[in-house]
């Protein structure tokens, strides 16, 4: 079992969740750190060699050093990149069989433990349940990603109330620039850094076609 792990959100779709948690994988690792990852459920994949893989959770994969089956990593794939309990197209979803299908991931003998959601906070896996709330299962402290764009501040704010109102401590949260021309940035990034409760664990800039190696030093983890 890990002696630590995270789990990884995002204030909406593409805010840069994954980028964050490969740079957060690589990171640990030049840091000696053996890490696990795991993406539970993925929207949008093709089939090789007859089995659907996800190109985030294969980004996770490499991140974390390669050595996890891609099984392990992503137990639940569907082909179209669409809301997951919409993409199952009738395949059952639920906190209890995706926290049965993570048990590998969950006892793996690592530092850490990067555990990746997909989209933001409350994307629905049935009709009762959400992402969310296998979170709540998992126990892990959150990491938020934000997507720094227009509309940033309110989502983040109301993401990072619906993670403390569910009980989980948001550990840290991290800025990834999807808008970069976006209108006074900086002073967008200075109000998170004052509303937001929990640490800043640094923000990426906007770098198109860079790797995830490429960030990690704009991250600082007080992690001790």
């Known amino acids: 079992m890990a002696n630590r792990g995270f789990f990884i959100t995002g204030t909406d779709t593409d805010a840069g969740k994954t980028l964050v948690a490969c740079a957060l994988a690589r990171k640990l690792r030049l840091e000696g750190e053996r890490v696990a ?3 539970p459920i993925a929207a949008g994949a ?10 985030d959770a294969l980004a996770l994969q490499a991140a974390g050093g390669d050595w996890q089956p891609y099984q392990q990593i992503n137990p639940y794939c ?3 990149a669409i809301a997951p309990h919409i993409a199952a197209r009738g395949e059952e979803l639920s906190v209890e069989l995706l926290s049965a299908a993570m048990g590998p991931a969950l006892t793996i003998d690592a530092d850490t433990l990067l555990v990746e959601g997909a989209g933001g906070w409350y994307v629905p896996l049935n009709e009762r349940e959400n992402l969310s709330d296998l979170a709540v299962e998992l126990g892990l402290p959150v990491i938020l990603v934000v997507g720094i764009k227009l509309g ?16 989980l401590s948001l550990a840290g949260w991290v800025g990834s620039v999807v808008q970069p021309g976006m209108p006074a940035l900086q002073e967008n990034i200075k109000t998170l850094k004052h509303r937001l409760a929990a640490p800043c664990w640094g923000v990426l800039p906007h770098l198109p076609g860079a790797d995830a190696s490429d960030f990690i030093g704009h991250l600082q983890l007080p992690l001790g």
């Open 37 to 39: 990852v795991a993406k």
């Open 46 to 55: 093709e089939r090789v060699d007859g089995e659907l893989q996800n190109d």
């Open 78 to 80: 569907f082909t179209e």
């Open 152 to 167: 940033c501040l309110n989502h983040a704010m109301l993401s990072a109330q619906a993670i403390e109102a569910s009980g």
